[in-house]
């Protein structure tokens, strides 16, 4: 089993940025990719980011890439972090960072919200404009 607990979402203006942290308590944290997904209200849960579990390989949805980055630290905690900057409104969502004991190691598996076994309970993220 691994437990994941997100924190740092908050109310932030447009083009503001926020740091996300994901604390995964449990299993060896080095075993599992971790991946970021989002959902707004009234939408579909959508991929944002994800990293190996070395954290040597990064994806990351288009809608994000160049402003949001994922990392991890498995020496020194078992956290993943996610900077998002320049932050839009259209990034208003609820974010849930997820662990998967990985299959595959490619964009189509990571992005793929199904693969994921464990789950954190989100943290909101508005932005306003």
């Known amino acids: 089993q691994v437990q994941l607990v997100e924190s740092g979402g908050g109310l932030?203006?447009?083009g503001g940025s926020?740091?996300?942290?994901?604390?995964?308590?449990?299993?060896?944290?080095?075993?599992?990719?971790?991946?970021?997904f989002r959902q707004a209200p009234g939408k579909e849960r959508e991929f944002v980011?994800?990293?190996?579990?070395?954290?040597?390989?990064?994806?990351?949805?288009?809608?994000?890439?160049?402003?949001?980055?994922?990392s991890r630290d498995n020496a020194k905690n078992t956290t993943v972090?996610?900077?998002?900057?320049?932050l839009k409104p259209e990034d208003t969502a609820v974010y849930y960072c997820a662990a998967d004991?990985?299959?595959?190691?490619?964009?189509?598996?990571y992005s793929e919200g199904s693969v994921y076994d464990y789950w954190g309970q989100g943290t909101q993220v508005t932005v306003s404009s």
């Open 101 to 109: 004991y990985p299959t595959y190691s490619n964009y189509a598996y």
């Open 81 to 86: 972090y996610l900077q998002m900057n320049n």
């Open 49 to 70: 980011a994800a990293i190996t579990r070395s954290g040597d390989t990064t994806y990351y949805a288009d809608s994000v890439k160049g402003r949001f980055t994922i």
């Open 12 to 14: 932030v203006q447009a």
């Open 18 to 36: 926020l740091r996300l942290s994901c604390a995964a308590s449990g299993r060896t944290f080095s075993t599992y990719a971790m991946g970021w």
